[in-house]
């Protein structure tokens, strides 16, 4: 052994205790908080990674959910529906859907319903099997084969609005075409069932055009030879200037509405398939 003073040797054991509990305690005070484990990181960034992935691909398809959406138009009438002695492609439903392609409406589908001949009793009468189309939207054209038939318009106008309410029960938004008549039979008849459209509209709170054949009614160079039933020009006419200004804003709120359901459903998607993240 060392040659120390025998005091100082009597005390190294406990200064040499003292130092080590000194150093022992200083090192557990100035300890850095434990880092991750890489393994830990792991799981983070991948977490983190799974929810950025879980909300980019629920939120992109939004907007093309709603652009492929299918929209079912229903053209819903007689013989002016039809398009009596023109091609079936040069109808008012054939080039409504043309039209509608062109503007962006690529999953955009007419049905045309018009029946030659027919009758708002024989409408009514076939609205069971109508109905199966189910469709967003119905134009409805019906009442000028009635007059032509001197056919109370009281009758009319109740087998109209039968077939508003059963369109509407069923879902669809309908436009309503209005009519008018030639004078033939008597002013006061002829006046009552050209009120018959914007009454109807008003209480069964439907959009209305005014008069379906506004600018071609009444021109030769637009209708065959009858003077009743459009040309091909004169469908045209009518789907750009009568029809399409009235059915495009209901088909922009037929849009909003899916955009908004598709929205909430991808937002609850979301949140339901979002990880946790580690805390």
Not at 253 to 262: R, S
């Amino acid at each position: 052994m060392m040659n120390l003073p025998f005091r100082f040797a009597q005390r190294l054991p406990a200064i040499v205790i003292l130092a080590a509990v000194m150093a022992i305690s200083g090192c557990q005070k100035n300890a850095e908080p434990t880092a991750p484990t890489d393994t830990q990181n792991t799981e983070i960034t991948n977490n983190q990674a799974d929810a950025a992935s879980v909300t980019t691909e629920a939120a992109a398809p939004v907007d093309q959910q709603v652009n492929s959406s299918p929209i079912t138009i229903l053209a819903l009438g007689d013989s002016l529906t039809e398009g009596l002695g023109v091609d079936k492609n040069d109808n008012y439903p054939a080039q409504l859907e043309d039209r509608l392609q062109e503007m962006g409406y690529d999953n955009a589908k007419v049905i045309n319903s018009g029946l030659s001949g027919e009758t708002s009793t024989g409408l009514v009468n076939r609205l069971d099997w109508v109905l199966q189309t189910k469709p967003d939207v119905t134009i409805l054209t019906i009442g000028a084969n009635d007059a032509i038939r001197g056919i109370d318009v009281a009758t009319i106008e109740a087998n109209i609005r039968t077939a508003v309410k059963r369109l509407q029960d069923n879902g669809s938004v309908v436009i309503l075409g209005g009519m008018s008549i030639y004078d033939n039979l008597g002013s006061d008849y002829v006046a009552a069932f050209s009120d018959i459209y914007p009454r109807v509209a008003k209480d069964m709170n439907v959009t209305l055009i005014p008069f379906f054949l506004e600018g071609v009614g009444g021109d030769r160079a637009l209708n065959q030879a009858d003077a009743i039933h459009p040309t091909k020009e004169g469908y045209t006419i009518i789907v750009n200037d009568n029809i399409l200004p009235i059915l495009e804003p209901k088909l922009n709120e037929l849009k909003t509405t899916d955009t908004e359901n598709t929205t909430e459903t991808v937002q609850a998607e979301t949140t339901k398939n979002t990880p946790n993240e580690t805390t």
